[in-house]
């Protein structure tokens, strides 16, 4: 039996009925029959290659802190990957929960940035983490998207004013290129995402291009940008020796540090 058919058949495809909480603009099983959201499954591997390079990059010139937060991008585009393949609940689970596991992570690394050392925020933002997972996890239906996006969007704001205040410390203009372009690909993919969530009406008469698959990959590389942009001011103050950007295949920005020469 044909994709088509099976499709056909069985409009629910192999994962059965959607029983996650929200279900976005592109149609399902249209490209496979084991596949829901076919492009925005596609798209979540942006998020695993972009990590898993992020990590090659870094691990050496900036630590494992950085490194960590790469990684937690790579467990974001697993989750993803799972939740749009099958628009099951429990696999939504693992696309948001991590999403505010790295959300609070990198609050800490900026709280850490800015002299914020006292273990009471570490153990604050575990108890808020812990918060967020259950709210994220426990509810259903409209109201579990809408307690997902307030607890994580609340960090996420949070972690978006310590970067600011970052920012304003930069001299470099190609540090400040840096955080303008990751600020760029941040409006960009907040647009497009809004877009994709309030107006799939409008692709009754439009062609869909895949809003949503693009969030994927505006969102990381923002992520990115401002990782390497913050990471090379982090390098600057630890004075860990010649902190330099390059690129990688001469596109994909990246923190590279020459240790000093000892005497």
Not at 57 to 73: A, D, E, Q, T
Request: proline share 2%; glycine share 6%; hydrophobic share 50%.
């Amino acid at each position: 039996m044909t994709t088509e058919q099976k499709i056909a058949e069985n409009m629910t495809g192999f994962w059965g009925p959607v029983t996650s909480s929200v279900d976005w603009c592109e149609k399902n099983y249209t490209h496979s029959y084991y596949i829901a959201e076919f492009w925005n499954t596609i798209s979540s591997l942006a998020m695993v290659a972009l990590g898993f390079l992020g990590v090659a990059l870094h691990h050496k010139s900036l630590g494992w802190k950085l490194s960590f937060s790469y990684l937690l991008i790579v467990i974001v585009g697993i989750g993803s990957i799972l939740f749009h393949a099958t628009l099951q609940f429990q696999h939504q689970m693992w696309d948001e929960v991590p999403m505010v596991w790295t959300a609070c992570y990198l609050m800490w690394v900026l709280l850490n940035e800015h002299g914020f050392n006292n273990k009471l925020y570490a153990v604050g933002i575990a108890v808020y983490c812990a918060f967020a997972t259950y709210v994220t996890s426990m509810n259903k239906g409209t109201t579990q998207f809408f307690m997902f996006q307030t607890s994580f969007g609340l960090v996420m704001w949070s972690d978006l004013y310590f970067v600011l205040k970052i920012y304003k410390q930069v001299k470099s203009k190609q540090v400040i290129q840096l955080f303008h372009q990751g600020a760029l690909f941040l409006i960009l993919a907040i647009s497009v995402w809004l877009f994709d969530s309030n107006f799939c009406f409008v692709f009754n008469y439009v062609p869909n291009p895949q809003l949503h698959a693009w969030w994927h990959v505006l969102m990381c590389t923002s992520l990115h940008y401002f990782y390497v942009a913050c990471g090379h001011e982090s390098a600057k103050r630890e004075n860990k020796g010649k902190i330099e950007i390059k690129y990688f295949l001469n596109l994909i920005p990246f923190v590279n540090v020459a240790e000093k020469k000892q005497q």
